[in-house]
């Protein structure tokens, strides 16, 4: 059947689909089809679709109706998707079970299926789980593009926070040099890398950081990234005055390297610090911290406030966005 769809490139799918979603035009009534690296992504509304976009009349065809959890349950449950494992987040042990039963016997592709058996815990950022289903907690995400290899068991990766590392990677210019101070398995440092920057990527985490070079590897940014294993103060002192950019997401502890961001900053420097505060006054504990550590060395400019998500009952992550200029 001929519908009107987006045509991109392959590489930017992922980020138009986004696009698309947002603009409220995806068509989830026919199938995304691929064509010698090209993408037709169905749209149900030519006139909505943003003009910098290709739209073309194309045979598509129309989506078989999935089968969901929810079908098999008779209620939607939560869940979240990270590469080929579904993450649940369940107190009571047979409704986790039953959930997980549900995900195999529907369309959802998964290979495992897990529970959170803890908080995050430890300097490392790591929890346990229960294994519902299957035995491997290694996957690959894929995101805006770019695909990461992990493990769960053994290191920090949160699939919500995609759209806001996007919107962090689309400030970046070619040439910038960006200092990621918690880099995990790079879903910041490698799409920076991607879009030219030279960046240095830091984490305490020795596992964390043998994926990200692999992920760096399998990105084809290698030669543009540097990854460190250790203590981000240590590290920070072989790179004074070097950054453009600084990228500081470990909310709650944030705020204890603002000296070693400091340190780093070169001479007009944006810092995206994230943290995690009680809705009465989201930013003002954040600018504060940051103004005491920087001025008046630098002026301190905030560029942007933004509630990346709710964390818990009257609390919200946010990030500011923070010019230092020397």
Not at 34 to 40: Q, R
Not at 41 to 60: K, L, N
Request: hydrophobic share 40%.
């Amino acid at each position: 059947m001929t519908v009107p769809c987006v045509r991109v490139p392959a590489s930017a799918g992922e980020e138009t689909r986004q696009a698309l979603v947002e603009a409220g035009v995806v068509d989830h009534g026919h199938d995304i089809v691929a064509d010698d690296g090209v993408l037709y992504i169905p749209v149900t509304d030519s006139t909505g679709v943003p003009a910098d976009y290709e739209v073309v009349d194309r045979d598509v065809p129309t989506r078989r109706q999935q089968r969901t959890p929810a079908d098999v349950l008779g209620f939607e449950p939560s869940y979240e998707r990270l590469g080929d494992i579904v993450i649940l987040d369940e107190d009571d042990p047979e409704r986790a079970r039953e959930i997980a039963d549900a995900v195999m016997d529907s369309d959802v592709r998964a290979k495992t299926v897990v529970n959170r058996d803890s908080k995050i815990r430890g300097e490392l950022r790591v929890r346990d789980w229960e294994l519902l289903v299957g035995s491997d907690t290694e996957t690959v995400h894929r995101e805006y593009g770019y695909e990461f290899l992990l493990d769960i068991s053994t290191v920090y990766f949160s699939p919500r926070l995609a759209t806001e590392r996007h919107r962090v990677v689309a400030q970046v210019e070619p040439g910038e040099r960006v200092f990621d101070m918690f880099a995990g398995v790079g879903p910041f440092a490698i799409p920076c890398a991607g879009e030219g920057a030279e960046v240095v990527a830091v984490d305490l985490n020795e596992a964390a950081v043998e994926y990200l070079r692999e992920n760096a590897r399998r990105n084809g940014v290698e030669e543009r990234l540097t990854a460190i294993q250790g203590d981000v103060t240590e590290a920070g002192s072989e790179y004074e005055n070097w950054a453009d950019r600084i990228v500081m997401n470990l909310p709650h502890s944030a705020g204890e390297f603002l000296d070693t961001a400091v340190a780093v900053a070169g001479d007009d420097c944006v810092v995206h610090y994230y943290d995690i505060q009680h809705e009465d006054d989201p930013f003002g504990p954040g600018e504060r911290a940051i103004r005491a550590a920087a001025e008046p060395e630098y002026e301190v400019t905030v560029l942007n406030e933004r509630v990346v998500r709710s964390y818990a009952p009257h609390e919200y992550n946010v990030c500011l966005d923070v010019r230092l200029s020397r």
